[in-house]
């Protein structure tokens, strides 16, 4: 079984900042995909970044990039020039590859809480 | 851009009641998802279809059922609510040739 740990509850960084936010999980698995959810305080689902296990560059969206690292099993996300609206829960999730119209589902850590003070 | 759409957007149910929850996926793709998200806790799977057909099946009680229909709409069917059913439930769609998953705004369910 697939397991996802976020192991900072909560995290605090100033406007215009770099933070970190730090992601480990355990598969068997080789082929899957990793991904980093932002759930502000409306509670919508937003997906911010993802990345393909068997690409070894590291995604790219903006201001937000991860530090994937297979071997370690780790997948961070860097969030640069911080602001006011990046307040809220970031949930980092695995995904199994599936094939041929398989269906996979999502497995989450227990999130990241990150205020963004001014 | 055509979002998930999820209706109820709020639903206040009683014990022992019945409740329905109806998602739309995105135009195109056949594949959805349910999740639950109790209090402070990271969703959780509940059940998916594919093509019509259940696809994968999480930890849904028994009290609970679901199906995707012919135009891909799902719905959700929970009875004999209990209040530890209370829960922001999204339902999330995928293209089939994807593997991207796109979350509606959730049904919140509140059982008193």
């Known amino acids: 079984a697939q397991t996802v740990t976020q192991s900072q509850p909560e995290m605090s960084v100033q406007e215009a900042e770099t933070v970190t936010l730090s992601c480990t999980y355990d598969?068997?698995?080789?082929?899957?995909?990793l991904f980093w959810y932002k759930q502000p305080p409306s509670r919508q689902m937003i997906l911010v970044i993802r990345q393909e296990a068997y690409k070894q560059q590291n995604a790219t969206e903006n201001r937000f990039s991860v530090n994937f690292q297979k071997a370690a099993k780790s997948f961070s996300l860097k969030i640069s020039d911080s602001q006011l609206g990046d307040t809220a829960m970031y949930f980092c999730a695995f995904m199994k590859r599936g094939y041929g119209g398989a269906t996979n589902k999502l497995i989450f850590g227990t999130g990241t809480l990150l205020a963004v003070q001014p | 851009a055509a979002g998930v759409i999820q209706s109820p957007r709020h639903l206040i149910k009683e014990k022992r009641e019945t409740a329905t929850l109806k998602c739309y996926p995105i135009?195109?793709?056949?594949?959805v998802y349910w999740y639950q998200q109790g209090p402070g806790q990271d969703p959780q799977f509940l059940i998916s279809f594919y093509e019509k057909m259940q696809s994968d099946k999480g930890s849904i009680p028994d009290r609970f059922s679901a199906q995707q229909f012919s135009d891909y709409h799902s719905e959700l069917n929970m009875s004999s609510l209990e209040l530890g059913d209370s829960a922001l439930y999204f339902c999330?769609?995928?293209?089939?040739?994807?593997?991207?998953?796109?979350f509606g705004p959730g049904t919140r369910l509140t059982v008193t």
């Open positions: 135009p195109r793709h056949d594949t």
């Open positions: 598969t068997s698995e080789n082929n899957y995909y």
């Open positions: 999330a769609s995928r293209r089939g040739d994807g593997y991207e998953q796109y």
